[in-house]
T-cell receptor, first 118, second 114 residues
Framework: AQKVTQAQTEISVVEKEDVTLDCVYE???????LFWYKQPPSGELVFLIR??????QNEISGRYSWNFQKSTSSFNFTITASQVVDSAVYFC???????????????FGQGTILTVHP | GAGVSQTPSNKVTEKGKYVELRCDPI?????LYWYRQSLGQGPEFLIY????????DSGLPNDRFFAVRPEGSVSTLKIQRTERGDSAVYLC????????????FGNGTRLTVT
């Protein structure tokens, strides 16, 4: 069975601070994908990033960066110089891609509520 | 172009009633998914369509829940004999291919069963 744990329920920071959102996952599969989604107050889930299990290279996109470590089954997300617009709920998700299984069948964590104060 | 559209955005119904929730995916997207998100939780997978057929319905909680996609585009999630525990936001997502493209989610339908 798959499981995604986001231990931080809520995080509050002041604008321009850096913040890291933790994600730990469990899977028996050797081939899988990891995702981060952002859910602003409007409710729509916005795709941020996808990594596959073969690629442990860290990724940076503007103020966002992701640290994938298979040894610790973690896929952490860092926002540098946070802004008020970053306030949202952030979800980490896992997809196992086996024969006959859609990679869009995601197992989500419970989410981390990030509040960035001006 | 337009994103995934879900209607209604809000639905209030009485316990025991039947409801239908509609999803209009992005044009040309062959894969369509339904998820359910309870308050304070992450979304939970319900069912996945590839074209017109339900390729995986393992997430449907019981036989009161059913979904169709008769022409391979619009999908309807149907809930019979609603219960208060069915109250949640029902999210629909689509992708252009089932194995590689990211999911595009709609804004969801908030269902409240009184």
């Amino acid at each position: 069975a798959q499981k995604v744990t986001q231990a931080q329920t809520e995080i509050s920071v002041v604008e321009k601070e850096d913040v890291t959102l933790d994600c730990v996952y469990e899977t028996r599969d050797t081939t899988y994908y990891l995702f981060w989604y952002k859910q602003p107050p409007s409710g729509e889930l916005v795709f941020l990033i996808r990594r596959n299990s073969f690629d442990e290279q860290n990724e940076i996109s503007g103020r966002y960066s992701w640290n994938f470590q298979k040894s610790t089954s973690s896929f952490n997300f860092t926002i540098t110089a946070s802004q008020v617009v970053d306030s949202a709920v952030y979800f980490c998700a896992l997809s196992e891609f086996n024969k006959g299984t859609s990679y869009g069948k995601l197992t989500f964590g419970q989410g981390t509520i990030l509040t960035v104060h001006p | 172009g337009a994103g995934v559209s879900q209607t209604p955005s809000n639905k209030v119904t009485e316990k025991g009633k039947y409801v239908e929730l509609r999803c209009d995916p992005i044009s040309g997207h062959t894969a369509l998914y339904w998820y359910r998100q309870s308050l304070g939780q992450g979304p939970e997978f319900l069912i996945y369509f590839q074209g017109t057929g339900a390729a995986d319905d393992s997430g449907l909680p019981n036989d009161r829940f059913f979904a169709v996609r008769p022409e391979g585009s619009v999908s309807t999630l149907k809930i019979q004999r609603t219960e208060r525990g069915d109250s949640a936001v029902y999210l629909c997502a689509s992708s252009s291919t089932p194995h590689n493209s990211p999911l595009h989610f709609g804004n969801g339908t908030r269902l409240t069963v009184t």
